[in-house]
């Protein structure tokens, strides 16, 4: 099954990798008869194979001083161009940018991978289908702090053996490949918000990140190869169904979009309320919204906002709990 992803806001996945200005220089390009800000990439080892023996040692001793930065130096311009290993958009402004986040790619082309997107839709599964009854059992296994019966929980709800879930879990047959690739990354500032009381305003020291630009159309495929000799798992082989994954998918992004206007309209914070009614336009049951990447954040990735309203307690548990981890 063919699927289309369009990205509506730009999406980090980092590969671990960082970079700095010793790496990369700014500059213009024309594109479609624009003038636009772009970053070039580039392979220091292959910049210094182009220079002489005299601009070498130069460049070596440079390397040595922690602000270098490429922008700097005229004469090393030309051959950093011919040992640029890829350009991206430049959607900030800012001179004095010290350390870049890389995002994930493959023959340094960007993508999103299908890890990342069946973690979102098992998410949503999760979120739209889990009984009263089975948040019971949670908030209970919480309270207790019996974090084995938590986790059994959850495997359950895929798999006939919470034991075994690498061999007995529907979502083994649900196969999402890795999204093609994209050429040119675009690199945006990124400042955390933090609200106190009625206001709000931003932390200090912005992160770099390269993102998948927004406005992008990438490709994927779904294959479902559940079969009924698998008898075991026969009342859950209906969770991998393309619809039941399309409309858990849209109620969960609709309830989190919801719950971001409240966030946002409680504090004051016009321009993320404006952001959230965009994307509420944008929302609907046959193209449903999927939240990826970077800052996604625990409302997001896990099936927290269905305790947040009712079960605060546990919720905060939760919370504490799954710090850097799914549920």
């Given at each position: 099954?063919?699927?289309t992803?369009k990205?509506?806001?730009?999406?980090?996945?980092?590969n671990g990798?960082?970079y700095?200005p010793?790496e990369?220089?700014t500059g213009?390009?024309?594109l479609?008869?624009?003038?636009?800000?772009?970053?070039r990439?580039v392979d220091?080892?292959k910049?210094?194979s182009?220079l002489?023996d005299?601009t070498?040692?130069?460049?070596?001793?440079h390397?040595?001083t922690?602000d270098?930065?490429?922008?700097s130096?005229?004469?090393?311009r030309?051959?950093?161009k011919?040992?640029?290993r890829?350009?991206?958009?430049?959607?900030?402004?800012?001179?004095?940018?010290t350390?870049?986040r890389?995002?994930?790619?493959?023959?340094?082309?960007i993508y999103?991978p299908g890890?990342?997107i069946?973690?979102?839709i098992?998410t949503?599964l999760?979120?739209?289908h889990?009984?009263?009854s089975?948040?019971?059992?949670?908030?209970d296994?919480?309270?207790?702090?019996?974090?084995?019966?938590?986790?059994?929980?959850?495997?359950?709800?895929f798999?006939s053996?919470?034991?075994?879930?690498?061999k007995k879990?529907i979502m083994?047959?649900l196969?999402?490949?890795?999204?093609?690739?994209?050429?040119?990354p675009?690199?945006?500032?990124?400042?955390v918000?933090?609200?106190?009381g009625r206001?709000?305003?931003?932390?200090?020291?912005p992160v770099?990140?390269?993102?998948?630009p927004?406005?992008?159309?990438?490709?994927?495929?779904?294959?479902?190869t559940?079969s009924?000799?698998?008898?075991?798992?026969r009342?859950?082989?209906?969770?991998?169904?393309?619809?039941?994954?399309r409309?858990?998918?849209?109620?969960?992004?609709r309830?989190y979009i919801e719950?971001e206007q409240d966030?946002?309209?409680k504090?004051?914070?016009d321009f993320?309320?404006?952001i959230?009614?965009k994307?509420e336009?944008?929302?609907?049951?046959?193209?449903?919204?999927?939240r990826?990447?970077?800052?996604?954040?625990?409302l997001?990735?896990t099936i927290?906002?269905?305790?947040?309203e009712?079960?605060?307690?546990?919720?905060e548990?939760i919370?504490?709990?799954t710090?850097?981890?799914?549920?």
């Amino acid at each position: 099954m063919k699927c289309t992803l369009k990205v509506i806001t730009p999406v980090h996945i980092g590969n671990g990798t960082t970079y700095g200005p010793q790496e990369f220089y700014t500059g213009k390009a024309k594109l479609s008869g624009k003038i636009i800000d772009i970053f070039r990439r580039v392979d220091v080892s292959k910049l210094y194979s182009e220079l002489d023996d005299e601009t070498r040692e130069e460049f070596i001793d440079h390397l040595s001083t922690q602000d270098f930065r490429l922008d700097s130096m005229e004469k090393f311009r030309r051959p950093a161009k011919e040992a640029a290993r890829y350009w991206g958009y430049l959607k900030t402004g800012e001179s004095e940018i010290t350390e870049v986040r890389e995002h994930i790619k493959t023959s340094d082309e960007i993508y999103i991978p299908g890890s990342s997107i069946k973690g979102s839709i098992r998410t949503a599964l999760l979120y739209e289908h889990l009984r009263d009854s089975d948040l019971d059992r949670i908030s209970d296994a919480v309270t207790r702090r019996r974090y084995r019966d938590l986790n059994n929980i959850i495997n359950s709800f895929f798999s006939s053996d919470p034991q075994d879930t690498a061999k007995k879990s529907i979502m083994r047959f649900l196969e999402v490949t890795d999204t093609n690739t994209f050429k040119n990354p675009a690199l945006h500032k990124i400042r955390v918000l933090a609200v106190t009381g009625r206001s709000y305003n931003y932390k200090r020291f912005p992160v770099y990140l390269e993102f998948m630009p927004r406005g992008v159309k990438l490709e994927f495929e779904m294959n479902f190869t559940y079969s009924e000799r698998y008898e075991d798992l026969r009342n859950k082989s209906e969770l991998v169904d393309p619809e039941k994954i399309r409309e858990s998918l849209y109620s969960f992004s609709r309830d989190y979009i919801e719950h971001e206007q409240d966030f946002a309209s409680k504090y004051d914070v016009d321009f993320l309320e404006r952001i959230y009614r965009k994307l509420e336009k944008g929302n609907s049951p046959e193209s449903p919204l999927m939240r990826i990447g970077q800052g996604s954040g625990f409302l997001a990735t896990t099936i927290g906002l269905r305790f947040k309203e009712e079960d605060y307690s546990t919720y905060e548990s939760i919370r504490k709990l799954t710090r850097g981890k799914k549920l």
